[in-house]
């Protein structure tokens, strides 16, 4: 079987199986290339000369039966580019998406030279790690309630050479900077120098309970469910943040959220309620809302 024949295959299997899927033909093309080890050339340069192998047919067939199957092509591929960067993703963390990208265009406005960040729900570690790629001598701590999570990150950090610059600790919110956990082992947890830290971001849960079941299939299905749920109102993890900031982030210093396209007045309103001042709304590329920032009076 030729290139072309083999993705041609694929395509109509996905559009057979998914006619809901858009991007049938870039997902196609995507796998095959992964499988073959080929780049976007292969296919208009070669794609009648290039022989496919059985073991590649076999397993090029296994990945779009995944897909097909609504498995996000990220998780089968178990990588995503973000940032200009490859970060490491399993079904354990959430698939790094472009509107995130706003929170981290935002964040780098506010980086000086020898910052420490923090960045609580870090999940796969994308921000924080960007953020740390993209600065100067600045270090940074990831936290997250998922061990599963925090592996995945810890991994990244060691592709993209920042292991020395960054830390991940295991707990609920706040509670990762705790000297002990309930079992009393404290060698993953650290404790805050001089208490604070000049940039706090995040991407929390926030979306409504009651709105997960409505989600695609790639979304609701595939993506960890703890990382999605934002409780009744999709609040639930902003209030926890602000709740806590005044202990994490210095007098001054700046918080950016990621939020959803109809949080942007409530979560604005919250921080101003914490103290914050020159709150404002940021709307990613698609127009929508999409991050708050403020800074600590």
Request: charged residues 30%.
């Amino acid at each position: 079987m030729t290139y072309r024949e083999c993705y041609e295959k694929g395509r109509a299997a996905l559009e057979a199986m998914t006619p809901q899927n858009e991007d049938a033909s870039l997902d196609a093309k995507l796998l095959l290339e992964a499988v073959c080890g080929t780049d976007r050339e292969t296919l208009l340069a070669y794609g009648d000369e290039r022989v496919v192998s059985d073991d590649e047919a076999e397993r090029y067939s296994e990945f779009v039966t995944r897909r097909a199957d609504h498995e996000p092509v990220a998780y089968i591929l178990g990588e995503q580019y973000f940032m200009g960067l490859k970060f490491k993703v399993t079904h354990d963390v959430l698939i790094p998406e472009q509107d995130t990208e706003t929170l981290v265009e935002e964040a780098m406005k506010e980086v000086h030279d020898g910052f420490r960040i923090l960045d609580l729900c870090t999940g796969s570690g994308c921000i924080l790690l960007s953020l740390l790629h993209y600065s100067n001598e600045c270090s940074g701590v990831g936290t997250d309630i998922s061990e599963e999570a925090l592996l995945v990150a810890k991994q990244n950090a060691a592709l993209l050479g920042l292991t020395d610059k960054s830390s991940f600790l295991n707990g609920d919110m706040y509670a990762a900077f705790d000297d002990n956990d309930d079992d009393g082992r404290s060698e993953d947890r650290v404790a805050l120098p001089d208490g604070r830290f000049q940039l706090v971001v995040s991407n929390p849960p926030y979306i409504r309970e009651n709105v997960i079941e409505t989600l695609a299939p790639e979304v609701k299905s595939a993506e960890p469910y703890g990382a999605l749920c934002g409780g009744n109102d999709g609040l639930e993890f902003y209030r926890i943040i602000l709740g806590g900031i005044s202990s994490v982030l210095v007098t001054g210093g700046v918080l950016i959220m990621e939020i959803g396209y109809d949080q942007g007045g409530d979560v604005s309103s919250m921080m101003k309620d914490a103290g914050f001042i020159d709150v404002r709304v940021i709307k990613d590329y698609g127009g929508n809302d999409r991050v708050v920032r403020g800074e600590l009076k």
